[in-house]
């Protein structure tokens, strides 16, 4: 699989916008968008206006590298959200946030999108007490998310367990002692905490 091997912050940069793609020093004053929010590239200067088709394409490369998908993906999940009964850009998000390695990040089992999938294809977490390795998993309403219990006495974790519990999305609950989340709700458009203007992603994919 094509593998992204420059800094992230680089992206965050192009991008416009903080997509937390290194877990806590996004939310603190070393992050690298928070010390120079210019595009990457002569210092951001001298770029032209942007075209409309331009707009769209960043808007999806947005949620692309947010959500750490390569472009065949990302179609095949708007291909599956154009199918689905619902606004197509709603259920495109609704989609992407019930990834496992999505609800693992969230729960706060890893730092980022990126350590949470790691965790996910190294096997470290359950899924109603079913070891699940797929980072696509679709999770569901009801379902348990916990950290197998061999796994538990990993430095990540013990230092997750005695930490205070971070801030959860409506749809999801968390038990940091005993490292076990749930999934109370479907996602919903307002939970999500992304910039993102979902409806100029589907104009780009319907040309």
């Not at 999938?117 to 916990?146: A, F, T």
């Not at 971070?166 to 939970?191: C, F, H, I, K, Y």
Request: charged residues 35%; glycine residues 8%; positive net charge.
């Amino acid at each position: 699989m094509a593998r992204y091997t420059d800094s992230v912050c680089r992206l965050c940069r192009r991008e416009g916008c903080k997509l937390f793609l290194k877990g806590d020093r996004c939310y603190t004053a070393k992050c690298s968008f928070v010390k120079r929010p210019l595009p990457p590239g002569d210092a951001g200067k001298g770029r032209k206006k942007t075209s409309e088709y331009g707009v769209q394409l960043r808007e999806k490369q947005k949620v692309k590298r947010a959500y750490g998908m390569l472009e065949s993906q990302m179609r095949k999940y708007y291909e599956a959200a154009e199918r689905s009964k619902g606004k197509t850009g709603e259920m495109l998000l609704r989609m992407l946030e019930s990834r496992l390695d999505n609800v693992v990040f969230r729960l706060g089992l890893g730092d980022s999108r990126a350590q949470a999938r790691q965790l996910v294809l190294h096997g470290h977490i359950l899924v109603n007490g079913k070891k699940i390795d797929i980072p696509s998993y679709q999770v569901s309403e009801g379902d348990e998310i916990s950290v197998k219990k061999t796994s538990q006495d990993l430095d990540r974790f013990k230092e997750l367990r005695e930490s205070e519990a971070r801030p959860m999305p409506s749809w999801l609950s968390m038990d940091n002692a005993n490292l076990t989340g749930r999934v109370v709700a479907a996602p919903q458009r307002e939970d999500i905490d992304l910039t993102i203007e979902e409806h100029l992603i589907v104009e780009y994919y319907s040309k």
